[in-house]
């Protein structure tokens, strides 16, 4: 299981706040070697996604629209992973597609 927090940090206190998620953001979840997309996601309108893996395959997490991978570790044990982008005040996206 990995699930992703998409936000806009708008007070600037380095956590995800209620009312800062980004809705409509793709997020996808590929082998790292060939770039096969195993799933993918779109975030919520608090900025959440969840997406459910089962593969032995190197593995990364990929939100194109921001240019953020992070590679998921392997592991032979069960859990869950969260992965989270804040977006600086500053970077507030106006629109997204």
């Not at 936000?7 to 790292?32: F, L």
């Not at 395959?57 to 939100?63: G, I, K, L, Q």
């Not at 044990?77 to 996206?93: A, C, D, E, S, V």
Request: glycine residues 10%.
């Amino acid at each position: 299981n990995i699930s992703v927090v998409i936000a806009y940090d708008e007070n600037g206190n380095r956590a995800v706040d209620p009312a800062e998620g980004v809705s409509g953001i793709p997020v996808r979840v590929v082998e790292t070697g060939t770039n096969r997309v195993i799933s993918h996601a779109f975030t919520d309108s608090s900025g959440y996604t969840r997406l459910q893996i089962v593969t032995d395959s190197p593995t990364r997490v990929v939100v194109p629209y921001f240019g953020k991978v992070w590679e998921v570790p392997n592991s032979r044990r069960r859990g869950n992973l969260r992965f989270t982008h804040l977006l600086t005040p500053g970077n507030q996206p106006g629109l997204i597609p």
